[in-house]
């Protein structure tokens, strides 16, 4: 079973940039594909960003594809997730996770919790104007 930690969640403003990281602990790290969510106040966790394991891959959230971008350094268990030009939108709880598979067909069948097995704890996430 992985275990990952969350960090880099603060409060910013608008327009403002934030990278969150999340290091994971297990030895199966460097062959899964890896993802954030998140959950706003009073929603449902949503989907964020997957990256497949050799980092070659990616998939992101309408809602956040041109200011987001996740990455992975398998060297030393890490992935990040780079936020760019902030919105109040964002505000939410992110959280890191792991899965065992990556689809080619996010497009038609985006990600789902239900996809991934392992989770950290969440990094509050406030953007403020």
């Known amino acids: 079973q992985m275990q990952l930690k969350e960090s880099g969640g603060r409060s910013v403003q608008s327009g403002d940039s934030l990278r969150l990281s999340c290091v994971v602990s297990?030895?199966?790290?460097?062959?899964?594909?890896m993802a954030w969510f998140r959950q706003p106040p009073g929603k449902e966790r949503e989907f964020v960003a997957i990256?497949?394991?050799?980092?070659?891959?990616?998939f992101y959230a309408d809602s956040v594809k041109g200011r987001f971008a996740i990455s992975r350094d398998n060297a030393i268990n890490t992935f990040y997730l780079q936020m760019n030009s902030l919105k109040l939108e964002d505000t939410a709880v992110y959280y890191c996770a792991a899965g065992r598979w990556y689809h080619s067909d996010y497009d038609t069948n985006p990600p789902t919790v239900r996809d991934f097995h392992s989770w950290g704890q969440g990094t509050q996430v406030t953007v403020s104007s």
């Open positions: 990256i497949a394991y050799h980092g070659g891959s990616t």
């Open positions: 297990g030895p199966a790290f460097g062959n899964s594909p």
